[in-house]
């Protein structure tokens, strides 16, 4: 079959082949779905202590750490989303891949070790050591539930896309019934499983998600004779903008206000991840700050390997199926991957169907995967830092805190589902940069002065946290990405945005750094430098670390 088939009789073949399959396509689906929940509920029996709960008993080598960090990582977004936005943009594309990859380095170098010696289960652990306990635990549980919220939206967004492209629904009810489904799934993984059963369905999506990226990767390079030369020639042909597709600028760069899109969306990348919830709890799972950095290192190498395929999977679907079919089936281009699985596979052939199951499944996977992640972050914070230590102050038993957990992952995952309905059209990497840009302007700055700077007081965290946080969410609120723009925009239809860029970082990261200097200069609060010393000590030495 040639890269240059045509791309209308795809479709017509793909329509029909996937309908004639669909019992096949459902059945392997189904496999996938209750392999995972099988895992979660052999996991659930283990979990007794509340250590079991939020940090898996701290059982996990550096190794599978790493790997369920990458599992944890390589979410709808690396795999939809960076294919769809290389798939309809090329080089420009591509830039979410490096931004997510550099973002480790950060990660790596100033946060994994120290929090890990730091805290117990969340960040609002570490950043209560040297403030006053109750403003600042609220903040830190306030910001995590936040951030999640919005990094849950993108993964909501993808299995909405994923399912109804499986099922063939296009009924925007239909879309809206998977989300809910994709949350009440979520809801059962945290509640039954806690850490233990997440961190090992991440390690089991992990492998599934890179072998099928390699499979991909290689039947891909195999249409082009392993001439990568060709496989972009013909991405650039297809795409309808020669040249060009292959160069920076073609989405950041037409103009002033891209390219300030473009530097904005950058440093909410490669600053977003060692401020992001879902990450930092895994740094508790480990028995050691050592193997909390060895996972890192583990996680970087499996994290690069990916991304490097994500080249071949977003011009090989740029090239094989063009831009016009990617955007038939989804305009922000998240069915970009499946579509290539489909085509290489065979379209109207049975191949093509377990090709099109295997990949989807994979990514619906990754999905429930990241989204149980994410949503275990969210309720430990609200259970151990806002439950047992602001409202009950230090006084709730394990087990009343744990049932805290359970109760919170049910009315976050409620909030998923219904913000998850709006979002269900908008790219899942734009969407998950926003994420990244609300945890690099309230969490990092916060972490980072907690852990490096003995004048830092709460008034400064609060005013971090907060000041960042509200920024970052009004600027977003008010921009293209909620109004204004027909096509991609979560409220079609109506236009109140009046924040030009798409991603806040540019104006929010250095805010949050900003008024938690402020913050701090003008407090008239005395910082604890006894409790400082103690905290650089434990941070770096690990001496009296849980």
Avoid: C
Wanted: net charge positive; charged share 10%; proline share 3%.
């Amino acid at each position: 079959m040639s890269a240059a088939y045509h791309s209308h009789t795809v479709v017509t073949l793909a329509a029909s082949s996937t309908s004639e399959h669909r019992p096949l396509i459902i059945s392997l689906f189904a496999v996938f779905v209750a392999a995972t929940l099988g895992i979660t509920v052999w996991a659930g029996r283990q979990t007794k202590s509340a250590s079991d709960f939020y940090a898996g008993g701290r059982q996990f080598t550096a190794f599978q750490n790493g790997l369920a960090v990458s599992g944890d990582y390589m979410s709808a977004a690396s795999f939809l989303g960076i294919a769809g936005a290389i798939a309809l943009f090329g080089y420009d594309g591509f830039l979410y891949s490096i931004g997510f990859l550099v973002a480790w380095l950060v990660a790596l170098l100033l946060v994994a070790e120290p929090l890990r010696n730091s805290g117990r289960y969340t960040m609002g652990d570490v950043l209560a050591y040297r403030m006053r306990q109750r403003p600042v635990r609220t903040a830190a549980g306030v910001s995590t539930i936040v951030v999640s919220i919005f990094y849950l939206l993108a993964q909501m967004a993808g299995a909405g896309v994923l399912v109804s492209l499986l099922l063939g629904i296009t009924s925007d009810a239909g879309k809206i019934l998977i989300v809910a489904l994709v949350g009440v799934l979520m809801i059962v993984y945290v509640t039954i499983g806690g850490m233990k059963g997440t961190t090992w369905v991440q390690m089991v999506k992990a492998v599934l998600l890179i072998a099928g990226a390699i499979l991909m990767t290689f039947m891909v390079l195999w249409k082009f004779d392993f001439n990568v030369s060709d496989l972009l020639g013909t991405a650039a042909e297809k795409s309808g903008h020669g040249a060009s597709f292959l160069e920076p600028g073609l989405k950041y760069g037409a103009t002033g206000t891209s390219k300030l899109d473009f530097l904005s969306l950058g440093i909410a990348l490669v600053l977003g991840t060692a401020g992001l919830p879902h990450i930092l709890i895994r740094f508790y799972t480990v028995p050691t700050a050592k193997a909390a950095r060895k996972s890192v290192n583990w996680a970087i190498g499996i994290i690069g390997a990916f991304y490097l395929m994500t080249i071949a999977l977003g011009f090989g679907a740029a090239a094989l199926i063009g831009p016009d079919e990617i955007k038939a089936k989804n305009p922000a281009g998240n069915a970009a991957a499946p579509q290539l699985a489909e085509y290489l596979g065979g379209v109207g052939t049975t191949g093509g169907a377990v090709m099109l199951a295997v990949i989807s499944a994979v990514a619906f996977a990754t999905i429930l995967a990241v989204v149980a992640g994410l949503t275990l972050a969210s309720s430990s914070s609200f259970a151990h830092d806002i439950y047992a230590n602001v409202i009950r102050k230090g006084k709730a038993s394990e087990k009343e805190e744990m049932r805290a957990a359970r109760w919170a992952t049910v009315f976050i995952g409620a909030a998923a589902i219904l913000l998850g309905a709006f979002a269900r059209d908008m790219n899942v990497a734009g969407l998950v940069a926003l994420a990244f840009a609300v945890a690099a302007s309230a969490n990092l700055p916060t972490l980072l002065y907690s852990l490096f700077w003995k004048r830092f007081t709460t008034q400064g965290a609060l005013w971090s946290i907060y000041g960042g946080l509200a920024s970052s969410v009004i600027l977003v609120l008010f921009s293209p990405v909620v109004s204004g723009n027909a096509k991609t925009s979560m409220f079609k239809g109506v236009d109140f945005a009046w924040f030009p860029l798409e991603n806040p970082g540019l104006i929010s990261i250095p805010l949050g750094f900003l008024l938690g200097w402020i913050g701090s200069l003008l407090s008239k609060e005395e910082p604890d430098k006894g409790k400082y010393a103690e905290l650089e000590v434990k941070s770096l030495t690990g001496i009296g670390a849980h």
